[in-house]
């Protein structure tokens, strides 16, 4: 029986693959510094509720005015507490966000690149969904290529995302850190996406917009207990 023809893959088996993968990088990551993280988190958490205290105060004290909307904005602006409270949780997002990302990207430069280099020339997401990496030939890239296709992978993401959407023109599928290190991403397993994968596509968004619940949440009773300490209730 003959092998089926590999062919090249659309952007959403790609992203899928991708994205199976950055779960598992993730998870790594917050056991590597999971201590750091929870003491970022807490920083946050102190920074919104001084936030919602500050905001609480500025409203009672513009309570009374008989102010247009942009001339109470204009006025909350401009109070000096409020812009602490603002830098203040600038700065805490920033030490959570930024030290989280740059781990996320060093892991991952190492998990792509070890693992499209090896001779499975796929990582576990790409391997789930029968996905394979090659060079332009449809060699084996090997580790060098690897790396340069991953350290190329920054330019998708600083260009917006317009670089991993260029993926989706056919015929070669090729993004633009596959066009800058002359590899292809072929599917060599024609099967439909599994059911695991089909279910983690969907469920994204709807976890996306739980944890946007969950944080709103957050905020919302904070400052409800901002305004009831203020008030006096």
């Known amino acids: 029986m003959s092998s089926p023809v590999a062919s090249a893959t659309p952007l959403l088996r790609r992203y899928t693959a991708w994205s199976l993968d950055a779960a598992a990088i993730g998870l790594l990551v917050v056991s590597l510094i999971h201590r750091r993280l929870y003491e970022a988190l807490e920083t946050c958490a102190r920074a919104i509720d001084a936030l919602t205290q500050a905001m609480a105060v500025l409203m009672q004290q513009t309570l009374e005015l008989a102010a247009s909307p942009p001339a109470l904005l204009q006025v909350w602006m401009a109070d000096p507490q409020l812009q602490v409270a603002i830098t203040a949780l600038t700065l805490a997002v920033s030490a959570l966000v930024l030290p989280t990302m740059a781990v996320f990207a060093l892991v991952a430069f190492a998990w792509f690149s070890a693992f499209e280099g090896s001779q499975w020339q796929a990582t576990p ?15 084996p890239p090997g580790y060098v290529r690897a790396g340069l ?57 709807p976890a996306c917009f739980l944890l946007l619940a969950l944080l709103m949440h957050r905020i919302d009773q904070s400052l409800a207990a901002a305004l009831d300490a203020t008030l006096g209730f």
């Open 149 to 205: 296709r991953n350290a190329a992978g920054l330019l998708s993401w600083v260009s917006f995302n317009i670089g991993h959407l260029m993926a989706a023109r056919a015929p070669r599928h090729q993004a633009l850190h596959d066009r800058i290190a002359g590899t292809r991403v072929l599917q060599r397993d024609p099967a439909p996406m599994p059911m695991l994968a089909r279910l983690w596509l969907v469920l994204q968004p």
């Open 125 to 139: 997401g790409k391997r789930l969904l029968g996905l394979q990496v090659v060079d332009d030939d449809g060699l």
